[in-house]
């Protein structure tokens, strides 16, 4: 018993050496309760889970009763739905980080609020057409290796922009998707139906760009909306 639980340290241990130190050094920018035991059991989690102030203030835009996240990763924004609205549905399709989630969750006290789903999102989802307020859409973009220069290329990526907005549209109108801080402004603009309200958001953490988000319907700033003609086709 003793030998299997030094064992399992061990290979903490060891997945954590592989963790480029920047993310480790950052630790406690994605979770401020870091040290209280939170839980980020593979390689790729540390470099998806969106900072917590960035999390923290996406999730007060979308303050409402339901909202489905349907890329949960280890949690970072889940959590924070869970303190600016009165349920969450994190959806998840690897089960260890699904895990984490729940894990993290626990940590903010906050996982009576979620509901944690293992599955295709994009199977799931379908079955909260209309019962719930927002939809939070931030699949994986590839990790940090997209930024290799010029606007992110959509084009080679499994997840199309358009596909995703469609997607997230079918759910509700109130959406919010994460996009990499490279995506192509008019590539945002071409991506939403025409005539929808949208806003694009640069989200900064010590005065530098860490990612994009794209509102639509109520969760757009009416009176600050873009459109394609007033953004200037620059990356932040
Ligand atoms: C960018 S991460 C999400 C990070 C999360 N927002 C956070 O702040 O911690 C994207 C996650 O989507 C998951 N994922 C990818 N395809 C999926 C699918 N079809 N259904 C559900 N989850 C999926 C990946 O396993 C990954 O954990």
Redesign the pocket.
């Known amino acids: 018993m003793r030998r299997k639980r030094r064992e399992r340290k061990k290979k903490k241990k060891i997945r954590q050496e592989e963790i480029h130190p920047k993310y480790i050094a950052q630790r406690f920018r994605l979770f401020s309760k870091y040290d209280q035991g939170i839980s980020l059991s593979d390689h790729?989690?540390w470099y998806?889970?969106?900072p917590e102030k960035i999390?923290s203030h996406v999730a007060s835009r979308c303050s409402c009763d339901v909202i489905v996240?349907?890329?949960?990763?280890?949690?970072?924004?889940c959590i924070q739905f869970a303190t600016t609205c009165k349920y969450v549905i994190a959806?998840?399709?690897?089960n260890s980080?699904l895990m984490d989630a729940k894990h993290n969750a626990e940590i903010y006290n906050v996982a009576h609020k979620i509901d944690f789903i293992l599955g295709?999102?994009?199977q799931i989802v379908r079955s909260f057409t209309g019962k719930v307020d927002a939809i939070f859409v931030?699949?994986?973009w590839g990790g940090p290796n997209y930024e290799n220069g010029g606007f992110f290329d959509f084009g080679r990526f499994q997840y199309q922009l358009g596909d995703l907005v469609d997607f997230a549209l079918q759910v509700t109108p109130n959406v919010a998707i994460?996009l990499p801080r490279t995506s192509s402004p008019r590539e945002i603009a071409s991506a939403v139906p025409q005539g929808q309200t949208f806003q694009v958001e640069y989200n900064y953490l010590n005065a530098k760009c860490k990612t994009i988000t794209v509102y639509l319907g109520n969760l757009a700033h009416h009176g600050e909306n873009a459109s394609a003609d007033a953004l200037s086709n620059t990356a932040c």
């Not at 959806?91 to 690897?94: C, D, G, L, P, S």
Request: glycine content about 12%; hydrophobic content about 45%; aromatic content about 8%.
């Open positions: 790729e989690s998806s889970v969106l999390a996240d349907a890329f949960a990763g280890a949690g970072g924004s959806i998840e399709n690897v980080r295709d999102a994009f931030a699949p994986p994460s």
